[in-house]
């Protein structure tokens, strides 16, 4: 019952930035990772980068030195900073909250990330 709400997406040129926000109906700081996913016309869902607490962050291998997640844990928001980004990085994005204790996954509805040449 996790509401996800992502936002931030758009069109940016290659080399370009970008900020996703990722706004929790709820407190998901110590229950749940918080994920970005991100899938391309065509290709499967793949991870992108995680975070648990402030503690604990994840990341794909190509988001490894572009890509930042972090949290603003009062505001229930979790950020995608995304540099230099790349035309192959075009993809929806979307939310995911994961249950550290067991139960189902929640997504949001994701946001367009479109990286032109």
């Known amino acids: 019952q996790v509401q996800l709400v992502e936002s931030g997406g758009g069109l940016v040129q290659a080399g370009g930035s970008l900020r996703l926000s990722c706004v929790a109906s709820e407190r998901t700081f110590s229950d749940y990772r918080i994920n970005w996913f991100r899938q391309a016309p065509g290709k499967e869902r793949v991870f992108v980068a995680g975070?648990?607490?402030?503690?604990?962050?994840f990341y794909a291998d190509s988001s490894k030195g572009r890509f930042t997640i972090s949290r603003d844990i009062a505001k229930n928001t979790i950020y995608l900073h995304m540099d230099n980004l790349k035309p192959e990085d075009t993809a929806v994005y979307y939310c995911?909250?994961?249950?550290?204790?067991?139960?189902?996954?929640?997504w949001g509805q994701g946001t367009q990330v479109t990286v032109s040449s």
């Open positions: 995911n909250a994961h249950p550290i204790n067991g139960g189902p996954n929640y």
């Open positions: 975070i648990w607490r402030t503690e604990m962050t």
